[in-house]
């Protein structure tokens, strides 16, 4: 008959007496239930929440196309490392198909991919001009899905990103405001995760590989660049932040 409490682990030479040298099982009962309340109740605790687990990101629409060959661009290696050479003029490129493709990509960790996609986006970024505004609505959904991997090295490039695309033509830093509660929870969470073993703080903050940092410098920008309505926006969503222009 079951006794409604739960093992840790079972074993049939458990129950030996300790001068064999075993020890009995300890015993944990189940929360919330009768045994749980009973005097010496040891009940387990709460699983781990896992808000900092990275998280498996689906196939993306930028590696299929990339695949399929349907990027106008190609790998060029110099002396100051690879880069993309691109097949056409970026300022003549399709910015409603081709920047959204890009910004999808932001969740690829494998190379060629997480490249292309990284520098394609920066390439764009600083070529787009007025072609980027338009197009702000379309970026949200993988800019959100980039940050919602919760993975370390996708969670840097997408804040390097951000703090780019909001200094990359006028009004975008404003046009941003709007979408505030679906980029800033995953920065909220990731505002104080800060490495702290010695040596490795300075390496990352050398490679600007810091999330706190990173965070701290792309909530900045949104303030400065996000019009008289940012401040306000982002406080609601990340309460510990404070202002960067109060002097």
């Keep these: 008959m079951s006794t409604g409490k739960t093992l840790l682990f079972e074993n049939p030479k458990t129950e ?14 189940p929360a919330f239930t009768i045994q749980s309340y009973m005097p010496n109740a040891k009940v387990a605790g709460p699983p781990a929440a896992g808000a900092f687990k990275p998280r498996k990101a689906g196939p993306t629409a930028f590696r299929k196309f990339y695949e399929r060959g349907d990027f106008p661009i190609a790998l060029e290696h110099d002396t100051k490392g690879n880069k993309i050479a691109w097949k ?18 932001l969740c690829e960790t494998t ?53 780019h695309l909001v200094v990359s033509a006028d009004m975008v830093g404003e046009a941003l405001v709007p979408y505030y ?17 010695g040596d490795g703080i300075d390496y990352s ?27 306000i926006n982002i406080k609601y969503m990340v309460p510990t932040y404070e202002s960067c222009m109060l002097n």
């Excluded at 030996?16 to 009962?29: A, L, R, S």
């Excluded at 940092?213 to 920008?221: H, S, V």
Aim: one cysteine or more; aromatic letters at 10%; hydrophobic letters at 35%.
């Design 16 to 29: 030996k007496k300790e001068k064999y040298g075993y020890k009995k099982v300890k015993e944990q009962d």
């Design 181 to 197: 509660r679906q980029i800033l929870p995953i920065l909220n969470i990731f505002k104080n995760k800060n490495l702290n073993s």
């Design 111 to 163: 190379h060629p991919y997480e490249f292309f996609a990284r520098q394609g986006v920066h390439d764009m970024l600083e070529h787009g001009g007025s072609k980027i505004l338009p197009v702000i609505p379309q970026l949200i959904i993988p800019i959100k899905n980039a940050l919602n991997t919760r993975n370390h090295q996708v969670v840097c490039t997408t804040l390097k990103v951000l703090q």
């Design 88 to 105: 056409v003029e970026i300022e003549k490129l399709d910015y409603h198909h081709y920047l959204p493709l890009f910004f999808d990509g």
């Design 205 to 231: 903050q050398q490679k600007r590989e810091n999330i706190g940092d990173l965070i701290q410098e792309t909530l900045e920008a949104f303030e400065r660049h996000g019009g008289e309505d940012a401040f």
